[in-house]
């Protein structure tokens, strides 16, 4: 079975500060994919960053960026320079199987004060 | 579509009455998935669909639940006997490769079981 923790329920930072969310997991595959999902109030899932469990080196999307710890199993999302627009819920989802099934953690809300 | 497009967006139903829920994958996208989000909670997963074949229907959470798809096309997913848990937003989400390329999800439609 695979499992997907997020320890932190609701986080919260100052415009143009950096935030850190965390993310730990549990699974038995060798070869597997993390992702940090975005959900604003629409409820449009909204993929942030990926990162593919073989590769080394930590996966980066303009503000976003993840520190991967494999032996750890731990995949945290650091959102720099915060934006208004960044508030939303944030889930952490692992995905080892081959077809591509998602399991979610329970979901960290930001919120972004001005 | 440019989308995944799901169909109602809200749904309010009277426990006891069956329920249709619709998804329209995006054109071309052969993997279709059908999630669960309870309110504050993470996406739990239900059903896989590759083509209109269901290799993975371990989340289906009772037989009151069923899914069907025609094709590579419009998914359904059926309701039957609604009891007062099954309030929740319900996820469609489609994907060109399973398990390789990037899942896009729909809005969700929210059901409530008065």
């Known amino acids: 079975a695979q499992t997907v923790t997020q320890s932190q329920p609701e986080m919260s930072v100052q415009e143009a500060e950096t935030v850190t969310l965390s993310c730990t997991y549990d699974?038995?595959?060798?070869?597997?994919?993390l992702f940090w999902y975005k959900q604003p109030p629409s409820r449009q899932m909204i993929l942030v960053i990926r990162q593919e469990a073989y590769k080394q080196q930590n996966a980066t999307e303009n503000r976003f960026s993840v520190n991967f710890q494999k032996a750890a199993k731990s995949f945290s999302l650091k959102i720099s320079d915060s934006q208004l627009g960044d508030a939303a819920m944030y889930f952490c989802?692992?995905?080892?199987?081959?077809?591509?099934?998602?399991?979610f953690g329970q979901g960290t809300i930001l919120t972004v004060h001005p | 579509g440019a989308g995944v497009s799901q169909s109602p967006s809200n749904k309010v139903t009277e426990k006891g009455k069956d329920v249709e829920l619709r998804c329209d994958p995006i054109s071309g996208h052969t993997a279709l998935y059908w999630y669960r989000q309870r309110l504050g909670q993470g996406l739990e997963f239900l059903i896989y669909f590759q083509g209109n074949s269901a290799p993975d229907k371990s989340g289906l959470p009772s037989d009151r639940f069923s899914a069907e798809r025609t094709g590579e096309s419009v998914s359904t997913l059926t309701i039957q006997r609604t009891q007062q848990e099954d309030s929740a937003v319900y996820l469609c989400?489609?994907?060109?490769?399973?398990?390789?390329?990037?899942?896009?999800f729909g809005q969700g439609t929210r059901l409530t079981v008065v």
């Open positions: 989400a489609s994907s060109l490769v399973p398990g390789v390329a990037e899942a896009f």
């Open positions: 989802a692992l995905c080892g199987t081959s077809y591509g099934k998602l399991t």
């Open positions: 699974t038995s595959e060798s070869d597997y994919y």
